[in-house]
């Protein structure tokens, strides 16, 4: 079964993290355990579904497309920029 992917991310491209679940971020801790997280997509709100994890200083987070039995669709690195502010971006991971 194909499907198509929600929508294209550059990888490396750096965006930031708006909502954790229906919340402002406060830590990588919430962001890696949360069912879902928003980010601004230049000006498009992109809702990311799936699991996360701590790894050195940053959530690397599986997006999975729960609309077709959790396939996996992309991994995500979020960290904290020195501002405060929450940053992800598309990262390959093998």
Not at 4 to 11: I, L, N
Not at 78 to 90: E, M, N, P, Q, W
Request: proline share 4%; charged share 25%; with cysteine.
């Amino acid at each position: 079964m194909s499907f198509a992917t929600p929508a294209p991310v550059v990888s490396g491209k750096s965006y930031p993290v708006l909502l954790v679940g229906d919340r402002s971020p406060s830590s990588l801790d919430e962001i890696a355990a949360a069912d879902d997280f928003t980010v601004d997509m230049e000006g498009t709100s992109y809702r990311v579904q799936g699991c996360g994890r701590l790894v050195d200083n940053e959530a690397r987070y599986h997006e999975k497309d729960v609309d077709n039995n959790g396939k996996d669709i992309r991994v995500w690195r979020v960290i904290r920029h020195d501002d405060g502010t929450f940053l992800a971006s598309h990262a390959a991971s093998f």
